[in-house]
């Protein structure tokens, strides 16, 4: 199988920052890409960072350059730093990795069970 555990989230004043970590483990051959996606009450889950092997980004469009992503291709492990947050950034954030398990085995989506970030004064 294959695990991610993400850490990093908590309570934040806005206009502060937090960093997420997700660290995958388990049976990787390969990953194909990493991300973050977050969900808060009655919204849909939504990207918020995505970053593949060759190194490539995307972000969803709320996030107006405060967020950055990063890799530790060697650690199998993903970043979001978030900067500049906000009231309306409040959600869980969950870590996705798409992984193959083995070289004959078509790539899978793969999910953390979540981080809660709260923007609060």
């Known amino acids: 199988q294959v695990q991610l555990v993400e850490s990093g989230g908590g309570l934040v004043q806005p206009g502060g920052s937090l960093r997420l970590s997700c660290k995958a483990s388990?049976?990787?051959?390969?990953?194909?890409?990493m991300g973050w996606y977050r969900q808060a009450p009655g919204n849909q889950r939504e990207l918020v960072a995505v970053?593949?092997?060759?190194?490539?980004?995307n972000y969803g469009e709320f996030v107006e350059g405060r967020f950055t992503i990063s890799k530790d291709h060697a650690q199998n492990t993903v970043f979001l730093q978030m900067n500049s947050l906000e009231p309306e950034d409040t959600a869980v954030y969950l870590c996705?990795?798409?992984?193959?398990?083995?070289?004959?085995?078509?790539?899978?989506?793969?999910w953390g069970q979540g981080t809660q970030v709260t923007v609060s004064s």
């Open positions: 996705n990795g798409e992984v193959a398990r083995r070289s004959w085995e078509p790539r899978r989506s793969y």
């Open positions: 388990g049976s990787i051959f390969r990953i194909y890409a």
């Open positions: 970053v593949t092997e060759g190194g490539s980004s």
